[in-house]
C-alpha cells in the first residue's frame, strides 16, 4: 500500500521561504495533495497537483513533483507568523484512497 | 457555501462508556468520509460513504465502531464501548466527485478523550 512520509519539524524565519518535503511509494498516484492543521482546527486544503505535472504555483505556495523520484515538496515564499501550522501531505493510493504523512510542524520565529 | 460541520468539538468519556459524533458534509456532497486522527499522526480513514451506502469500511473496528448515513446528507459516528486506544481526533470530510480531483474538505474534527 501508500506510505507517505515527511521530516517533522521546521524552523524558519519570518519573511524567509520554507521548503517542506514529502516522499510517497505508490507510482500510480494520481493526485497529491498539501493540507493545513492549526490547533485545534480542522485540515484546509492549502493546494494539490496532478500527478501528470511537475510544478504548480498559487500566490506564496509552490508545489514540486518529481514523479521518478515519487518526492513532493512545498515552498512557502516570505513565510508569516501565520504560517505556523501542521502540514500534511496526501496522495492518493491504488485505490482511490487519500493517505496522509505524519505531518511537518512549521514554527515560525520572529 | 458552508462547510463541513461537525458536533460536539469535544467530549470526555470513560472507558467502556459510548459516544456518538455528529457530520453535516457540504451541500451535495455525495461522498462523505469518517477519519481517525491519533495525535502526532496523520488521519486514517475509518470510512468512506457514496450517498448512503458504504463504499470503504476496511478499516473501522468493527466490532465496537459503527456509522450510518441514512438520507444520504448527515452522517453519525458511534463508539460502544470505548477504550483508553480511541482518545483521538475524529474527522468528518466530503467531497463532491464531480470533477476528477475529488478534492475532500475537513470539518473542525471532535477531541475525544477517553479516561
Known amino acids: 500500500g501508500e506510505d507517505v512520509e515527511q521530516s517533522l519539524f521546521l524552523s524558519v524565519r519570518e519573511g524567509d521561504s520554507s521548503v517542506i518535503n514529502c516522499t510517497y511509494t505508490?507510482?500510480?498516484?494520481?493526485?497529491l495533495y498539501w493540507y493545513k492543521q492549526e490547533p485545534g482546527a480542522g485540515l484546509q486544503l492549502l493546494t494539490y497537483?496532478?500527478?501528470?505535472?511537475d510544478m504548480k504555483q498559487d500566490q506564496r505556495l509552490t508545489v514540486l513533483l518529481n514523479k521518478k523520484d515519487k518526492h513532493l515538496s512545498l515552498r512557502i515564499a516570505d513565510t508569516q507568523t501565520g504560517d505556523s501550522a501542521i502540514y500534511f501531505c496526501a496522495a492518493t493510493d491504488s485505490w482511490g484512497k487519500l493517505q496522509f504523512g505524519a505531518g511537518t510542524q512549521v514554527v515560525v520565529t520572529p | 457555501e458552508a462547510g463541513v460541520a461537525q458536533s460536539p468539538r469535544y467530549k470526555i468519556i470513560e472507558k467502556r462508556q459510548s459516544v456518538a459524533f455528529w457530520c453535516n458534509p457540504i451541500s451535495g456532497h455525495a461522498t462523505l468520509y469518517w477519519y481517525q486522527q491519533i495525535l502526532g499522526q496523520g488521519p486514517k480513514l475509518l470510512i468512506q460513504?457514496?450517498?448512503?451506502?458504504?463504499?470503504?469500511d476496511s478499516q473501522l473496528p468493527k466490532d465496537r465502531f459503527s456509522a450510518e448515513r441514512l438520507k444520504g446528507v448527515d452522517s453519525t459516528l458511534k463508539i460502544q464501548p470505548a477504550k483508553l486506544e480511541d482518545s483521538a481526533v475524529y474527522l468528518c470530510?466530503?467531497?463532491?466527485?464531480?470533477?476528477?480531483?475529488?478534492?475532500?474538505?475537513f470539518g473542525p474534527g471532535t477531541r475525544l478523550t477517553v479516561l
Open positions: 460513504f457514496q450517498n448512503n451506502g458504504v463504499v470503504d
Open positions: 470530510a466530503s467531497s463532491s466527485r464531480t470533477t476528477s480531483t475529488d478534492t475532500q474538505y
Open positions: 505508490d507510482s500510480s498516484s494520481t493526485y
Open positions: 497537483i496532478f500527478s501528470n505535472m
